[in-house]
């Protein structure tokens, strides 16, 4: 069976969501082998065999997580140079999608970024031009390089073996051009990072001011969601902007998005319109964000988010 080559998205050997649902994704495409970087391998390879990895590539060396995503670029193309893998798979995130295009010119092969869905003869999914196109695109030359949207496989556990590999790299100066002189740790809620979260409930303009969004996120922390907003709320000052989901913001695609109070424009839709399942409560009915609904309500939000958030609770109980 081929070989397909994962590179693990952790924090200090915490192993992130999105892995676990690129090796999910990888058993129906080879033989799943995560590709380790950095310190903390200890915690993490019981949950890497967990869900597939017949094997577990340690890099561990300072120097790899010392600067910026070059180094990650270089070890992956020297195995893939080694191994001769079927594809590579990698999260499609800001860093994962610079380490991705800097491994197609090392390995002098194609590349494919936001990809929502991947098939047994690596053709991928992708939706282009704003979310107005949905597209399947193959990589006609080297080996496949291809970024996957987080939550676009559903993580499930198949135990393997996990034999562990330790390999290392010799940086170019090229590499070590870009050293992390200082980090900082940002504070994290209890909510899921918007980008991984399996529910998202936004908030648009529909919400009328800063303390409109207290009904979103009671709705969000009733089910265990991340918030999200629109840009119109972000510009006007209503939200942070690291919750803004759009073109512009976070693309988003989980398998429950709510959108509430916002319209729907083009800006917006691009952002999450590949979620699986899309509620809207929208008071006006002919808003074009009720294009994209599995379900819609036409109503006041305020009217209609606290009887679900309730109704919710009740459940739960």
């Known amino acids: 069976m081929a070989e397909i080559l994962v590179l693990v998205d952790h924090v200090d050997g915490s192993v992130k969501k999105t892995t676990l649902e690129l090796l999910t994704l990888a058993r129906s495409l080879g033989e799943p082998s995560a590709v380790f970087i950095g310190g903390g391998i200890d915690s993490a390879a019981a949950t890497l065999a967990e869900y597939g990895a017949a094997n577990i590539y340690v890099a561990d060396a300072d120097d790899l997580t010392g600067y910026v995503v070059a180094p990650k670029a270089e070890l992956l193309a020297q195995l893939v140079a080694e191994k001769s893998p079927a594809a590579v798979l990698i999260t499609s995130n800001a860093e994962g999608k610079e380490i991705a295009g800097r491994l197609a010119i090392k390995a002098n092969s194609g590349v494919i970024t936001d990809a929502v869905g991947v098939s047994a003869d690596l053709v991928a999914t992708q939706s282009i031009f704003g979310g107005s196109t949905i597209v399947q695109s193959k990589v006609a030359q080297g ?91 972000t510009d006007a000052g209503w939200y942070p902007h690291q919750f803004q989901v759009g073109q512009t913001g976070k693309t988003v695609s989980p398998q429950l998005y709510i959108a509430n109070g916002i319209s729907g424009a083009i800006q917006h839709r691009a952002g999450m319109q590949t979620s699986k399942t899309i509620i809207v409560v929208n008071k006006d009915p002919e808003a074009p964000i009720f294009e994209l609904a599995d379900y819609g309500v036409v109503g006041d939000l305020f009217t209609v988010v606290p009887q679900l958030t309730d109704e919710i609770g009740k459940r739960k109980g």
């Open 143 to 233: 080996t496949p390089i291809i970024t996957v949207r987080p939550n676009s496989t559903a993580p499930e556990a198949a135990p393997a073996a996990g034999a562990r590999s330790d390999v290392s790299v010799a940086l170019s100066a090229t590499a070590t051009g870009a050293k992390i002189v200082d980090r900082v740790t940002e504070e994290k809620g209890a909510r899921p990072e918007l980008t991984e979260a399996a529910i998202v409930v936004s908030g648009g303009r529909g919400v009328g001011g800063p303390e409109g969004f207290e009904v979103i996120e009671k709705l969000a922390d009733s089910l265990g969601a991340a918030v999200g907003a629109s840009r119109a709320a």
